[in-house]
């Protein structure tokens, strides 16, 4: 069975850091994208970052980009996602996405972990 | 960043009846297009993938069409558990970015 269980959420003060991770299981993490999908509360779906396979090509929604890194540690089965310089507009339930296979037709966004909360506020 | 347009932003229908939500792309992406439903305070689910291809274990009352800008999410005949918000997304281009969501109400 697929699972993703995201971690790492909470509060944290304008301008400060944190660091979100999925572990993954139940399927061969290093062939799939993986991507971080974020949702403000009560609006609608935001995607923020994916990564190829390997690690080796990063992608950014412009809000994010230069503050927040994503990463991967394929030996674990893990994806981070680094968040420095928060700001209020960041708060938002953050979720860990299976986001397909590069060069192939497998359905992008098949799974999706429960979500981790981020609570940008002083 | 192409815009994706989804409309309505709210439909109220009743069990039985056929639902439609369309979905309108900034520029061409092609059949790169799914479509999730999201049930309150739950993850989102894919539904559609590559516009009209269902997802394994998706009831069959749940259809897409659709290529270039313009598509179409369907619900032959409404269930109340399809009381839900749903999104369509583009992956042709990045950032893959998500149409602003449908809430769906039972009559």
């Known amino acids: 069975e697929v699972q993703l269980v995201e971690s790492g959420g909470g509060l944290v003060q304008p301008g400060g850091s944190l660091r979100l991770s999925c572990a993954a299981s139940?399927?061969?993490?290093?062939?799939?994208?993986m991507s971080w999908v974020r949702q403000a509360p009560g609006k609608g779906l935001e995607w923020v970052a994916n990564i190829e396979e390997d690690g080796s090509e990063k992608y950014y929604v412009d809000s994010v980009k230069g503050r927040f890194t994503i990463s991967r540690d394929n030996a674990k089965n893990s994806l981070s996602l680094q968040m420095n310089s928060l700001r209020a507009e960041d708060t938002a339930v953050y979720y860990c996405v299976r986001d397909g296979r590069g060069g192939s037709s497998w359905p992008r966004g098949d799974y999706w972990g429960q979500g981790t909360l981020v609570t940008v506020s002083s | 960043d192409i815009q994706m347009t989804q409309s309505p932003s709210s439909l109220s229908a009743s069990v039985g009846d056929r639902v439609t939500i369309t979905c309108q792309a900034s520029?061409?992406?092609?059949?790169?297009l799914n479509w999730y439903q999201q049930k309150a305070g739950k993850a989102p689910k894919l539904l559609i993938y590559d516009a009209s291809d269902i997802q394994t274990g998706v009831p069959s009352r749940f259809s897409g069409s659709g290529s270039g800008t313009d598509f179409t999410f369907t619900i032959s005949s409404l269930q109340p558990e399809d009381i839900a918000t749903y999104y369509c997304?583009?992956?042709?281009?990045?950032?893959?970015?998500f149409g602003q969501g449908t809430k769906l109400e039972i009559k």
């Open positions: 139940g399927f061969t993490f290093n062939r799939f994208l």
């Open positions: 520029q061409d992406i092609r059949n790169s």
């Open positions: 997304q583009q992956y042709d281009k990045l950032p893959h970015t």
